[in-house]
């Protein structure tokens, strides 16, 4: 079965420090996306950033990058500078097998920015 | 600015009472989907469209049911709401198998 797996149920990072969020993954697809998306809390669920499995080169979006290591099916997501408004949960997601663009999910990962 | 949209943000509806939540769209995606997603869980896929094709999830209770009228629209009606339906309800869109853009969701109460 294709999995998505957060193992970091809770994380907490100080304003203007950095964070990784971990995710793992399961597929025997060669060829897929990677997603992590951001739902603070009552709001709407945001695209962060996307990983196209094909591209070696790690996806960067301003303060969010990822680290992308497709042979250990890991993608982690990096925030620099953290700030208030990164406060949020945060979930890692892909497209299973033969999806015609239907999400599986991890289980989320609710980050605390501390001031 | 194109946008998903969900409406009501927030809606009450009695146990067994049939309720209908609706989502437009502006983006002109032809896939649709339909997300479940309790409280501190991941979101579940109920069902999606891919442009008038239906396609429902193994494990969505027959209570759910869902209509496509255009490709703006779409729409979810729970038949006969029970205690375990109260949730948030994610529409979201995409063009294929790429980028989700979701609304802004609809909480379910059931009294």
């Known amino acids: 079965a294709q999995t998505v797996t957060q193992s970091q149920p809770e994380m907490s990072v100080q304003e203007a420090e950095t964070v990784t969020l971990s995710c793992t993954y399961d597929t025997s697809e060669s060829d897929y996306y990677l997603f992590w998306y951001k739902q603070p809390p009552s709001r709407q669920m945001i695209l962060v950033i996307r990983?196209?499995?094909?591209?070696?080169q790690n996806a960067t979006e301003n303060r969010f990058s990822v680290n992308f290591q497709k042979a250990a099916k890991s993608f982690s997501l990096k925030i620099s500078d953290s700030q208030l408004g990164d406060a949020a949960m945060y979930f890692c997601a892909f497209p299973p097998w033969g999806s015609q663009g239907n999400l599986i999910f991890g289980k989320g990962t609710k980050l605390s920015v501390k001031p | 600015d194109a946008m998903v949209i969900q409406n009501p943000r927030y809606q009450v509806t009695q146990f067994g009472k049939p309720v209908t939540l609706s989502c437009s769209q502006t983006?002109?995606?032809?896939?649709m989907y339909w997300y479940q997603q309790k409280s501190s869980q991941a979101p579940k896929l109920l069902f999606h469209y891919y442009d008038k094709d239906f396609n429902n999830e193994a494990d969505t209770p027959d209570n759910f049911q869902s209509r496509r009228p255009n490709t703006s629209f779409c729409f979810l009606d729970i038949r006969s709401p029970g205690l375990g339906d109260a949730a948030m309800y994610l529409c979201?869109?995409?063009?294929?198998?790429?980028?989700?853009?979701f609304g802004q969701g609809t909480r379910l109460t059931v009294v």
């Open positions: 983006l002109n995606h032809n896939v």
């Open positions: 990983q196209e499995a094909y591209k070696q």
């Open positions: 979201a869109t995409s063009r294929g198998p790429g980028e989700a853009f």
